[in-house]
């Protein structure tokens, strides 16, 4: 590619999350950075079928059909001498990459849920405050019933109502205790203060 030839590139990120976090967008730049010079840059886009030069051939799209509808448009750095059949090569092991990854995650969660039971990210509602009474009361109703932290919350009052201690020095207190979350996971401050609701 000639050096004075002005450059659009196209990044594309599979979730927004990962174009919020900037997951996998660096290393794109990084490919891009090694074939062409900021200076021949004139504009990035992301997420877009807008770009005329593309960091990995796989970033191009999510199937082999679409890739193949704006072949006529595209550079690649990691293939800049692509013909029609390697675009097809390439997208195809693309395509085949991303149902695998797709049948083990399925698979992990299959796993998961024989191991622990019935399992879910809290529901939008419950993190907004908008869950409905009955279903808060009986989450809260569980968590009072496990005797781990029936016996860590009454380490907490302790600790809090005669020692007079803040929430982090509970949390540090619990953790050497040998409590766990229910989770498994050490106590914080916000933690600690739960156990006395």
């Excluded at 092991?93 to 998961?112: F, W, Y």
């Excluded at 809290?122 to 993190?127: I, K, L, N, Q, T």
């Excluded at 860590?152 to 982090?168: D, H, I, N």
């Excluded at 498994?184 to 609701?197: D, E």
């Amino acid at each position: 590619m000639e050096e004075s030839k002005p450059i659009v590139v196209y990044y594309r990120v599979s979730t927004k999350k990962q174009g919020e976090s900037g997951l996998g967008l660096e290393a794109q730049r990084i490919y891009v950075q090694h074939f062409y010079s900021d200076s021949n840059i004139i504009a990035e886009f992301t997420e877009k079928v807008s770009g005329k030069v593309v960091a990995k051939i796989d970033r191009l799209s999510l199937n082999t059909e679409q890739a193949l509808a704006i072949y006529a448009q595209l550079e690649s750095c990691d293939i800049p001498n692509l013909d029609k059949f390697t675009l097809t090569l390439f997208m195809a092991i693309a395509d085949r990459e991303r149902e695998l990854i797709s049948v083990r995650t399925k698979a992990a969660l299959d796993e998961k849920r024989k191991r622990v039971g019935e399992w879910r990210l809290p529901s939008e509602a419950f993190v907004r405050g908008t869950a409905s009474p009955a279903g808060v009361a009986a989450i809260r109703e569980k968590a009072q019933a496990n005797e781990n932290n029936r016996k860590a919350a009454a380490l907490v009052r302790s600790l809090r109502v005669f020692q007079g201690l803040t929430w982090r020095q509970i949390a540090e207190e619990l953790n050497r205790s040998g409590f766990k979350t229910s989770k498994g996971s050490k106590f914080q401050a916000t933690q600690a203060t739960r156990l006395c609701k």
